[in-house]
């Protein structure tokens, strides 16, 4: 049995991740949890919205599955979800985006996995004023090191080698920002000089955008820095259904987190409507991480029939006329 902390969130998490070991049990996941929590969860039981037995349990076991969190607004808190993946280096956000049968969406054929490079460019939160008495001028720095673009590119080429995938797709603005996405472009095209059989790509961050919801097929495996894998991710997402049906993992060389990136949606927490399709997704880039491909696989045929089915079992969210319950259900059903 692999030990694995579990991070219920806030709001639907505890729904959304009830649904997903009920599921994983059902296709006899071989896994103990370990739950913990974190959010604002976390921070109305102890005062603080990271606690510290928290980070001990992820730095003990290694691998963790979060549901979405809440970080307590005015308390000075920054977001926990970017503390957690700074507290572990866990450098390499992955986040798939692949049509699904009979999720509404005008996109059809998507099949990319975006890499975001989860620990430098503006993300570090280095900002000043330039005049402290009158706050009316703001600096960010972003900070791109060679060391962490070659981790994370080497990450996105090795993923497309081990997944049989054919094109990495580097995604920068050194036309402009000449220093810091222009090492990124340049550590990039020397680590594609190692992966000779893998077709290599460089666009324009505009550009990208514009390619993606004219010809989003053309894409297989996406690399990129923090601010614009961000936002090219939920992109992606968009593209397939939104991010309600789209899983994400954050691995690092010694820890390993996978989430469910949308938000805690208080409105319809406890009412048995939300969809856990999100935490499901994630769960399956766990269980392939923990080597268990054959579980992951049976779970996601699972999936793909139940979207088949939809109108009696699924969410509202997504088409359906069903509950959290009744999805689980089917898709335990059809493992």
Not at 198 to 221: G, S
Not at 239 to 258: H, P, S, W, Y
Request: glycine residues 8%.
């Amino acid at each position: 049995m692999k030990k694995i902390v579990l991070i219920p969130g806030d709001g639907i998490g505890v729904e959304i991740t009830e649904s997903v070991k009920t599921i994983l049990k059902k296709a006899e996941a071989p896994i103990e949890w370990i739950e913990k929590t974190a959010g604002l969860t976390a921070y109305q039981k102890t005062g603080n919205p990271l606690p510290e037995d928290t980070i001990q349990a992820i730095e003990k076991h290694r691998v963790a599955l979060k549901g979405p969190l809440t970080t307590p607004v005015g308390t000075g808190f920054r977001s926990v979800n970017v503390g957690l993946r700074q507290q572990f280096r866990l450098y390499s956000n992955i986040r798939p985006a692949i049509t699904l049968p009979n999720i509404d969406s005008p996109f059809k054929g998507v099949d990319m996995v975006i890499f975001r490079e989860n620990t430098q460019g503006l993300y570090i939160g280095k900002e000043q004023w330039v005049n402290e008495e009158q706050k009316d001028h703001a600096e960010s720095i972003a900070v791109v090191t060679e060391e962490a673009s070659r981790k994370i590119i080497t990450a996105a080429f090795e993923y497309a080698r081990n997944q049989n995938r054919k094109k990495v797709t580097l995604v920068h603005k050194a036309n402009i920002l000449k220093f810091t996405t222009g090492l990124f472009l340049e550590v990039g095209r020397k680590v594609a000089t190692d992966y000779e059989e893998i077709e290599f790509e460089d666009l324009i961050v505009d550009n990208m955008a514009m390619q993606m919801v004219m010809r989003p097929k053309r894409f297989d495996v996406v690399v990129t820095t923090n601010l614009f894998g961000d936002i090219l991710s939920d992109l992606a997402s968009g593209l397939v259904g939104g991010l309600g049906v789209t899983g994400a993992a954050n691995i690092g060389d010694n820890a390993a987190m996978f989430e469910a990136v949308h938000g805690s949606a208080p409105d319809i927490a406890g009412q048995n409507k939300a969809n856990p399709l999100a935490l499901l997704f994630s769960s399956l880039m766990m269980l392939e991480h923990i080597g268990e491909k054959q579980t992951a696989e049976t779970i996601r045929r699972a999936i793909y029939q139940t979207l088949v089915e939809r109108k009696v079992y699924c969410t509202p969210d997504i088409g359906g006329e069903g509950t959290t319950s009744t999805f689980t259900q089917a898709i335990c059903d059809n493992i």
